[in-house]
């Protein structure tokens, strides 16, 4: 049947207002967005901040280019490891950097057991990427209760990158803590020496100074490189 004219009119008045109200509602941000944002707030010491939006660049809503579309593309497994190595990253600096006391010990260890598993996740998305290995190291040590997993994960970030140094010091350490943990001392023995050579390149080192968890840079430029791994672009 024919509608009639007042209908009509009510219809087209309607679909306007819902056209309307469509345009002016805010259209999710991409994944993009967030992960500069993210970028931007770790450059600033924004911890905290800079979690929330890589966290938001990773969750599924939105569209890529910012349109508000019903359903995101799915974020290339390459940008993902780099967006879970970030998180990781934001975790265990605020772990390490937030004032004495701001931090219940279950908030710490929350977050702690958070990184692991997604340290995890990033190595399971690429483990021939040398950086994933020396998160999910780092994430371990936070802990406190994963040393022998630590050093695994060094060992094969180092068998990925023999020129990280970042991971050859962390592997360093974390056999003087296992060590004196078993010995009672600082004295360097037996296998713990070996270990320790081999980790330094032949050489006996004192422990380093530098504080527990290395390699925090944010991997927001990194990108894929030749055989899988990535490495910092230009």
């Not at 207002?17 to 967030?34: E, F, G, I, N, Q």
């Not at 209760?145 to 962390?170: G, H, I, V, Y």
Request: hydrophobic share 30%; net charge neutral; with cysteine.
């Amino acid at each position: 049947s024919l509608s009639s004219p007042l209908s009509s009119k009510t219809k087209s008045s309607s679909e306007s207002s819902a056209a309307s109200s469509s345009s002016s509602s805010p259209s999710p941000l991409s994944w993009r967005t967030h992960k500069e944002r993210g970028k931007d707030h770790f450059s600033a010491g924004r911890y905290h901040e800079s979690l929330a939006s890589y966290r938001a660049a990773l969750a599924p809503w939105g569209d890529d280019d910012g349109n508000g579309g019903a359903a995101a593309p799915p974020i290339p497994d390459a940008e993902r490891q780099v967006l879970l190595s970030n998180v990781v990253a934001c975790r265990l600096k605020i772990v390490q950097e937030s004032p004495r006391g701001s931090l219940t010990e279950s908030e710490r260890r929350i977050m702690c057991e958070s990184a692991v598993e997604e340290a995890k996740e990033c190595v399971a998305l690429n483990d021939r990427w040398a950086k994933g290995h020396v998160r999910l190291a780092s994430a371990y040590i936070a802990s406190g209760e994963k040393s022998n997993d630590a050093c695994n994960s060094l060992q094969r970030a180092l068998a990925l990158d023999p020129s990280n140094t970042a991971a050859r010091q962390m592997l360093m350490r974390e056999l003087r803590r296992d060590r004196d943990r078993r010995n009672g001392n600082s004295s360097v023995s037996g296998g713990a020496a070996d270990a320790s050579a081999s980790a330094s390149g032949g050489r006996t080192a004192s422990a380093p100074s530098a504080p527990p968890f290395e390699g925090m840079q944010d991997d927001v430029t990194d990108s894929v490189g030749g055989g899988g791994s990535f490495q910092a672009s230009a």
